[in-house]
């Protein structure tokens, strides 16, 4: 099926460990988003792209780094985890036309 | 900058009983979009609505019914007849219209208990 696919979708990181969360969209969506919800609150906006080749940061940048090689695939680096990285984090893709869709989820937690 | 308040934390209302979830937002944006997604327990994202800031008509959707007011940047969205599975978390959310402007803005979301 047509979507955005996350992985992994849970993942347990030891603080100062780095991983990368992987997003891909077989829609050829031009923008794309990181966002992360933490317990009790909205999504906030991480990166985002534009197009392959162009990112730029959100509201929440700092821990993060993500690139964007193709039209398809969006990944987000996190370098040295912390346990404020604890989240869950959705990656979405969007045309002005049809709207956003939006991954599953990948729930990490920093211990 | 863009904001997004749901003033109400968390709701609950006995099962066949119709709630309104609120929804007030600021953009200085002329052109936007406003939404309303689902989460429920198991944690996925459900679209639900998308409302752009020219078209004011009410929107029903079976049970579901949404209010757009300009005049009052408000985005309120009904329940009626309140079941069980409508139990979730209902964000809002507002995205500008131009160019380049397209991520979304999210409300902290109101929790909704339907009790049986």
């Known amino acids: 099926n047509a979507g955005v696919t996350q992985t992994p979708k849970f993942r347990i990181l030891k603080i100062g460990q780095s991983m990368t969360l992987q997003c891909a969209q077989d829609m050829n969506h031009n923008y794309m988003y990181w966002y992360r919800q933490d317990p009790g609150m909205g999504l906030k906006l991480i990166y985002y792209?534009?197009?392959?080749?162009?990112?730029d940061k959100g509201e929440v940048p700092n821990g993060y780094n993500v690139s964007r090689s193709t039209t398809e695939d969006f990944p987000l680096r996190l370098e040295l985890a912390a346990p404020s990285q604890t989240s869950v984090y959705f990656c979405?893709?969007?045309?002005?036309?049809?709207?956003?869709?939006f991954g599953s989820g990948t729930r990490l937690t920093v211990v | 900058a863009q904001k997004v308040t749901q003033a109400q934390t968390e709701i609950s209302v006995v099962e066949k009983e119709d709630v309104t979830l609120d929804c007030v937002y600021e953009?200085?944006?002329?052109?936007?979009?406003l939404f309303w997604y689902k989460q429920p327990p198991s944690g996925e994202l459900v679209f639900l609505i998308r409302r752009n800031s020219f078209d004011e008509q009410n929107e029903i959707s079976g049970r579901y019914s949404w209010n757009f007011q300009k005049s009052t940047s408000s985005f309120n969205f009904t329940i009626t007849a309140s079941q069980v599975v409508d139990s979730a978390v209902y964000f809002c959310?507002?995205?500008?219209?131009?160019?380049?402007?397209?991520?979304?803005?999210f409300g902290k979301g109101t929790k909704l208990s339907v009790i049986p």
């Open positions: 979405a893709s969007s045309t002005p036309r049809y709207g956003y869709t």
């Open positions: 792209s534009v197009g392959a080749g162009i990112t």
């Open positions: 959310a507002l995205s500008g219209g131009g160019a380049g402007s397209y991520q979304l803005t």
């Open positions: 953009t200085r944006d002329t052109t936007y979009y």
